[in-house]
């Protein structure tokens, strides 16, 4: 059974930084495509970030760009997104994704998803 | 960017009706379009990928057409489990972007 588990949320006050995990279980987790995906409070779905199953590649949503890094560590199983400069719109539940393909997030879709861990950047 | 527009917003529909949400996409995505559905406090399901291929264990009242640019998620026969939000998404093109989502709700 896949199962994708995020955490490192929490509160945190404005330009502070935050790293969240995702543990992933149940595939072959070096052979997908990982993203992820924010849901600000009563709002709807806004892809972030996505990296190749290889870790080689990586891409940003124009709001994150230059202040998140996605990564991951295929021996740990493990994906992470660490997030510097936070600002108050990045207040959301951040949920992460898998892809259906091990290149890209492109031409496929998310086909398995976590449960998310929620981001308060607030004074 | 690709802006995605899901019509309705918001509708309301009865256990038994057969119910249409439409997804506009600003240019050609070709097929490359899915369909989520949320249930609240919940995370998204992925519903339909490539614009008409049903994911595993998805009910057959779930169906998907269209391609270019306007695309259509058809429930055959809504049921009580199917009240919930629903989104499309293209992976056409970075950025990944989602319709802003409808909301169907029980009449």
């Known amino acids: 059974e896949v199962q994708l588990l995020e955490s490192g949320g929490g509160l945190v006050q404005p330009g502070g930084s935050l790293r969240l995990s995702c543990a992933a279980s149940g595939f072959t987790f070096n052979s997908y495509a990982m993203s992820w995906v924010r849901q600000a409070p009563g709002k709807g779905l806004e892809w972030v970030s996505a990296?190749?199953?290889?870790?080689?590649?990586?891409s940003y949503a124009d709001s994150v760009r230059g202040r998140f890094t996605i990564s991951r560590d295929n021996s740990k199983n493990t994906l992470w997104l660490q997030m510097n400069s936070l600002r108050a719109d990045d207040t959301a539940l951040y949920y992460c994704?898998?892809?259906?393909?091990?290149?890209?997030?492109?031409?496929?879709?998310?086909?398995?998803w976590g449960q998310g861990t929620l981001v308060t950047v607030s004074s | 960017d690709i802006q995605m527009t899901q019509s309705p917003s918001s509708l309301s529909a009865s256990v038994g009706d057969r119910v249409t949400i439409t997804c506009r996409a600003s240019q050609s995505i070709t097929s490359y379009l899915n369909w989520y559905q949320q249930k609240p406090g919940k995370a998204p399901q992925l519903l339909i990928y490539t614009t008409s291929s049903l994911q595993s264990g998805v009910p057959s009242r779930f169906s998907g057409s269209g391609s270019g640019t306007d695309f259509t998620l058809t429930i055959s026969s809504l049921q009580p489990e199917d009240f919930a939000t629903y989104y499309c998404q293209q992976s056409y093109s970075t950025p990944r972007t989602f319709g802003q989502g409808t909301k169907v709700e029980i009449k």
């Open positions: 994704a898998r892809c259906g393909t091990t290149s890209s997030c492109l031409q496929t879709a998310f086909d398995f």
């Open positions: 990296i190749t199953g290889s870790g080689d590649t990586t």
